[in-house]
């Protein structure tokens, strides 16, 4: 032990057990240490042993009584030497003179470094670095010794200062830390010193100089920024204001919420902030040997008004996996290692206006083995608890990022449409994908692979090939708005179908096995949106237009050295891309604009057009009808100086006045 207390734990029932301390000492004939007995050793001095009996455990506690502070002149009771003490103790239980246990103690504690007494007066005083220099002489670098060529050195002596009086160290570094500036009126240093200068000089002793600021910039802190944290609150006691569409939903510890999503690439970022008012629906491919476990549920959830809510949990157990893993590896039974993990998480905000009223969480859990791959789902849907419907932004009837693009069947009797790309899933067929709506503002590619025999039939291949791309298009019609009614037919646009090219009628005559020119293999999707308005200061964006349109290839059948395999893969795809217009045409250049350029204020910082600025419709810093007023004025004044300064002006006022 190296300090004054150590604790210790004796096992067992204490009861009837004597415990006691004993000073050990060293066997002089063979310089082995003596173990003590219950017979009855001599009990060590200066120490305090203290048991407090539990429940088959007891806590033994060894202190030292004596005072640790170095010894003053004419003190008792005090340490004489730094070592203040080194023994070596045994604690001892006994019961009935029968050792049951006993505990071997090193002492080695120091005297106390901290200094009761009298504190010297002479104590250096360090001076305020705003009105004097804290450094006098910042070239005395060397303590105990002169420093050449630093003349304010006081370790210099007179004689040493004689070798280097002419080569002194100048300016702020050689001791002058106050030295005189541009603008005082002692100052010589100036070369060309203007007329005026005596009118505007500054009269100032040097103690009092900008020098000063130079010594006084020393106070650094370290940055700290955690992880996805931002300052809500800007003053202490400020309440939220409410949450508005897109802003990060925060928790108790001012961090942000937190689902795994599924990022631009295609991965699954694990600790990616859940935006107000926008769904999502993400799944997340994992095994056992990288399973991470999200934000806990006992999070609580800020509401949007500085209250804080906690979440509704429901867990569930899943019974039928087969739809969760979708990879399996034979493995060896005695091999298989599992583990209780979460399959799936869906998350309800129930919100009114811009606060959170209610968060339900359902968790399903199921097991999780080795050599499996699980499908994680991660979803979240933001309900109005007015209308109990999916979450829309207040009063925004536009589209918004990441919503489904809305279709219709006009044709059909059911008027629901689709508008869909494709979900790749096992080894990427078209035959085994899904479909995944097309989502507003996200520019995305998918696609699936074909199998096409060496001797296919090109014509029935361009069929194929074509059907299986319409399929993710049953819909005539887009909606221009999120809400566009189904009854209206002036809430919906329809979408441009540009056929893919036939070519059945120029194929030519040669029959060649593994080749098909003109296959309609890539399905274009353009989508013209423009912003309309906003609804308080949401963006509100509608669809002008849709286009569809198709690439052609030419397939070829793909073998080695021979064709053992009489099955090729075609790949076929879709891309979907959001194209930004303006909602009004731009105001096309004039003739003028075009060949004068440099009367174009646009691209020139002068612009003689513009001299009456404040006067023409183009000026909306106040109103028309006050810069116009302000303006005449002026022009009054201007034409009234005009007059006076004329001479038959001071004529006719000489004649009046006499």
């Not at 120490?47 to 003053?72: A, D, F, I, M, Y």
């Not at 087969?322 to 298989?336: D, M, Q, R």
């Not at 959001?578 to 004068?596: D, G, L, M, S």
Request: net charge negative.
């Amino acid at each position: 032990m190296s300090g004054p207390r150590v604790n210790s734990f004796f096992h067992g029932n204490s009861s009837g057990v004597n415990f006691s301390i004993i000073l050990s000492s060293v066997d002089e004939e063979t310089g082995r240490l003596q173990l003590a007995n219950c017979s009855g050793s001599t009990r060590a001095g200066g120490w305090n042993l203290n048991v407090t009996p539990g429940v088959n455990v007891s806590k033994v506690t060894v202190s030292l009584t004596q005072n640790l502070q170095l010894c003053l002149p004419n003190a008792t009771d005090c340490c004489v030497t730094p070592l203040c003490v080194l023994e070596t103790l045994q604690v001892v239980a006994c019961r009935d003179s029968v050792m049951l246990a006993h505990l071997l103690i090193q002492a080695e504690i120091y005297a106390n470094s901290s200094f009761t007494g009298n504190v010297s007066e002479n104590a250096t005083v360090i001076p305020n670095q705003v009105f004097q220099p804290l450094g006098s002489c910042p070239c005395d670098l060397t303590a105990g010794a002169c420093d050449v060529r630093c003349c304010c050195d006081q370790e210099c002596t007179p004689d040493l200062k004689q070798l280097f009086n002419g080569s002194c160290f100048t300016g702020v570094f050689g001791g002058d830390v106050n030295p005189a500036f541009d603008q005082l009126c002692s100052s010589q240093s100036m070369e060309y010193t203007p007329d005026w200068f005596p009118f505007l000089c500054v009269q100032s002793s040097l103690n009092n100089t900008p020098f000063l600021g130079y010594f006084y910039h020393g106070s650094t802190s370290t940055p700290r920024v955690p992880p996805f944290k931002i300052p809500l609150q800007t003053s202490p006691g400020k309440l939220f204001t409410g949450y508005r569409q897109g802003d990060p939903i925060m928790t108790e510890e001012n961090d942000y919420f937190t689902i795994p999503q599924q990022s631009l690439a295609g991965q699954c970022v694990g600790n990616a902030p859940v935006a107000y008012l926008q769904n999502f629906d993400a799944k997340c491919l994992s095994d056992r040997a990288s399973y991470k476990e999200g934000l806990p549920h006992d999070v609580r959830i800020n509401t949007g008004t500085g209250d804080f809510i906690q979440q509704n949990v429901i867990y569930r157990t899943i019974t039928d996996t087969g739809t969760f893993i979708t990879e399996s590896e034979s493995l060896h039974t005695a091999e298989v290692v599992c583990q209780n993990v979460t399959f799936a998480e869906h998350y309800t905000f129930i919100w009114k206006d811009k606060n959170i009223e209610r968060i339900n969480v359902t968790v399903f859990l199921g097991s999780l083995c080795d050599g499996e791959i699980l499908t994680q789902r991660f979803t979240a849907r933001f309900l109005n608890s007015e209308s109990n419907n999916a979450a829309e932004p207040l009063g925004n009837p536009g589209y918004q990022v990441g919503k489904p693009v809305r279709a219709a069947n006009i044709n059909a009797s059911e008027t629901f449409g689709s508008l869909n790309i494709w979900q790749p899933a096992g080894r990427g067929l078209c035959t085994s994908a899904t479909y995944t709506p097309v989502l507003f503002g996200l520019d995305s590619l998918s696609g699936c692979v074909l199998e096409v025999d060496i001797n296919e039939d090109c014509s029935f291949l361009r069929g194929n090939v074509t059907e299986k791309l319409n399929s993710l298009i049953q819909a005539t019609h887009v909606g221009k708005r999120h809400n566009s009614n189904y009854s209206d037919l002036n809430d919906w646009v329809e979408i441009i179908r540009l056929d893919p090219f036939n070519s059945d009628t120029n194929v030519s005559t040669t029959n060649l096995n593994g080749i098909c020119p003109d296959i309609p293999a890539n399905l274009n999707i353009r989508i013209i949106f423009a912003d309309v308005g906003a609804v308080q200061g949401i963006p509100q964006q509608e669809i002008l237009a849709v286009q569809i349109s198709y690439s052609t290839v030419i397939w070829q059948f793909q073998c080695g050295l021979i064709c053992e395999n009489s099955i090729s893969f075609l790949p076929i795809t879709a891309a979907v891309q959001f194209i930004k217009v303006p909602a009004q045409p731009p105001v096309p250049i004039t003739r003028f604009q075009i060949n004068y350029t440099e009367f174009d204020c646009n691209r020139n910082d002068v612009c003689w057009p513009q001299l009456f600025y404040p006067l023409t419709r183009f000026y909306t810093g106040e109103p028309y009808s006050q810069s116009l007023a302000k303006g005449l004025v002026l022009a009054f004044l201007v034409l009234l100086a005009a007059i006076m300064s004329n001479p038959w002006f001071s004529k006719i006022w000489n004649s009046f006045s006499f």
